[in-house]
């Protein structure tokens, strides 16, 4: 259901666009949003002449030029890239790795900002694709320290993806995993969204709710037992450098 007034209007066109789905038709955006068609092409007209669409070939519509200067200006001026990116040379400095800051919002989770130390990452999330919430370290690094009202939703809807990678078969369950999660301070998964990839991850905290994570992935060949342990130590203690340096 499409929100009544205009701004959100407006916004639930742009919404549409996603990796799956990067270009649509006027007739399709009507069809999906159930809007007429002089109101359809008066917010597009708007939209394509503030940038953030752009008319492709056979009449459809893509996002536009001004999505990729926002783009630009957030890399500049979010303050959690600025302080997690000493950590993220650090950490991708030290040890054969992807070391990535992932921001969490809504029900979903963003790179907003990595480092490679390989030439081929095993990472395969780059800044702005949209992780799964139910699967990996850095989600459950976050669910881990949600309150049970908030983290209960999240449960039950990804309760098939966490069964999948064996964080538990019933609520109780996935629930004691992940208050195992949080006396750790870290999560770590093996394989669960890249095969083959080791990630390992800590919540980034405001007033000790989750924000966002800090995670790093290495290849599952180089990630042997005591190197997972310290590995867990150091990016535990970076999230918590970064969580005090985004409250000061």
């Keep these: 259901m499409v929100k009544a007034n205009s701004q959100d ?11 799956a789905r990067p270009q649509w038709s006027p007739e399709e955006l009507m069809k999906e949003l159930g809007y007429t068609r002089p109101t359809l092409y008066r917010y597009l007209k708007s939209l394509k002449d503030s940038g953030f669409v752009m008319p492709t070939r056979g009449g459809r519509f893509a996002l536009g030029p001004r999505v990729v200067e926002m783009d630009y200006l957030s890399r500049r001026s979010d303050p959690l890239i600025a302080a997690a990116t000493p950590y993220l040379e650090r950490l991708s400095a030290a040890h054969p790795c992807t070391a990535l800051v992932v921001r969490w919002y809504g029900e979903k989770m963003l790179c907003v900002a990595s480092i490679a130390s390989v030439v081929n990452p095993v990472s395969s999330y780059p800044r702005g694709r949209p992780m799964a919430m139910g699967r990996g370290a850095i989600a459950r ?11 209960m939703p999240l449960v039950t809807r990804y309760a098939a993806d966490l069964r999948s990678v064996g964080v538990g078969d019933t ?5 004691a995993a992940l208050k195992r999660v949080r006396r750790a301070g870290v999560a770590v998964a093996f394989g669960e969204v890249t095969p083959g990839a080791v990630g390992i991850a800590a919540p980034i905290l405001d007033a000790g709710y989750p924000i966002a994570s800090l995670c790093i992935t290495i290849a599952g060949p180089h990630a042997k037992g ?4 310290r590995i867990s130590a150091e990016v535990s203690e970076a999230a918590r450098q970064i969580s005090e340096a985004m409250t000061c």
């Design 9 to 19: 209007r407006v916004l639930a066109v742009l919404d549409l666009f996603t990796e």
């Design 141 to 151: 690094s976050i669910m881990a320290f949600l309150p049970k009202q908030r983290v």
């Design 171 to 175: 609520s109780d369950e996935i629930l």
């Design 226 to 229: 005591e190197l997972i342990d």
